[in-house]
């Protein structure tokens, strides 16, 4: 699977991001998704329970591209 990131006020000053995407069989990115929020409502855990969600979402539906 694809590595799911983090990425912290690299676009805005307060926000963190989490994001996570699949590939096709070549490795190309076919899909992604991402949650962004103001940085107090991202502390670690929540960071790492959001990027399970996305990833188990992602994976549900990997296998109809």
Known sequence: GWCDSVC???GRAGALGVGCAIGNPKGR???DRG???I???MPAAR???IAGL???ALDSVA???
């Open 8 to 10: 912290g006020n690299s």
């Open 29 to 31: 990115p076919i899909l």
């Open 35 to 37: 949650v962004t929020a």
């Open 39 to 41: 940085t107090e409502r």
């Open 47 to 49: 960071q790492k329970e």
């Open 54 to 56: 996305l990833r188990g």
């Open 63 to 65: 296998d109809k591209f």
